[in-house]
């Protein structure tokens, strides 16, 4: 596996490729380009596959001010611009499914066949319901403090960014479905350092929950493969497939179930490469 800078009017952009064949850029969730670790070498098999770090994110350069996932899309056509890709396949995994719908509602052109993948609260057709949903999983990590005279909020900012990290580091809910290994802890610590690399996670957030996840979909003319991953921990949100695929013209729906638990991109990469493999080939 390589790695590179692509030069952007928006920044640098750290990127992984491997392989040799059509472009296929995969697209990550809130963290970095090293969750692809395991997925990147089985479609390499077929395509020439390219994983970048959103700006604000892994090795790239920080995000502009006041992003919008807008921003994020039109830097990762930059990014194509400068290694020279006039169409590629498009997988966006939770952030990066923002990113990639926008990419294919603004830049039809650019876009071959898309894949949108996340869990049940990351691929909500309504707006309200996503945020909702989204908000109950990741409000504590994006607490901010009104600032104080005499700079107590610092402290109180530090003392709940520290908590968040721990609870990272330390958390056992999936234990008793997770194999313990010298690899298990490796990737863990890398969930950490993806987070301590992110310059401001409340920016990101904030430029999530003002995109229109539905709205945007129903821009789509790319044939579009939809991939949500079902989770004990979601049950109560009920499947949302079914209302996504009819947001997309030419669009079909997979459903897998989740429930070894870790980084669903990790933990179910060959069922993951499978359907995307499928999709891309027929």
């Excluded at 479609?43 to 994110?57: I, K, R, T």
């Excluded at 897998?256 to 499928?278: F, W, Y």
Aim: include cysteine; aromatic fraction near 8%; charge should be neutral.
């Amino acid at each position: 596996m390589k790695r590179g800078y692509a030069d952007t009017p928006q920044g640098q952009i750290h990127y992984l490729t491997i392989g040799k064949g059509e472009p296929l850029l995969l697209l990550h969730q809130t963290g970095s380009s090293r969750q692809y670790w395991k997925l990147m070498p089985l479609l390499a098999e077929v395509y020439q596959v390219f994983a970048p770090d959103n700006l604000g994110s892994g090795n790239s350069d920080p995000i502009p001010p006041n992003v919008q996932i807008a921003d994020l899309a039109r830097s990762m056509i930059h990014f194509m611009d400068f290694l020279g890709i006039e169409k590629a396949h498009i997988f966006g995994f939770h952030t990066g499914n923002k990113i990639a719908t926008e990419m294919a509602a603004a830049w039809p052109s650019r876009v071959d066949r898309l894949v949108l993948c996340g869990r049940t609260h990351s691929i909500m057709a309504d707006h309200d319901a996503l945020n909702s949903a989204l908000r109950a999983q990741v409000g504590p990590s994006i607490r901010k403090f009104e600032p104080e005279p005499d700079g107590s909020h610092l402290v109180k900012q530090w003392m709940t960014d520290f908590s968040n990290f721990a609870s990272m580091w330390w958390d056992t809910s999936n234990w008793e479905r997770e194999k313990l290994t010298p690899e298990f802890f490796h990737r863990r610590k890398e969930r950490i350092i993806d987070r301590l690399q992110i310059r401001d996670l409340a920016a990101v957030y904030s430029a999530i929950f003002a995109f229109d996840l539905g709205a945007r979909m129903r821009q789509i003319k790319a044939r579009t493969l939809i991939i949500e991953v079902g989770t004990p921990e979601e049950e109560h949100l009920g499947l949302q497939g079914e209302s996504l695929v009819k947001l997309v013209q030419d669009s079909r729906l997979a459903t897998v179930k989740h429930t070894t638990g870790g980084l669903v991109v990790e933990a179910m990469a060959e069922e993951l490469s499978r359907l995307i493999l499928s999709f891309l080939s027929a």
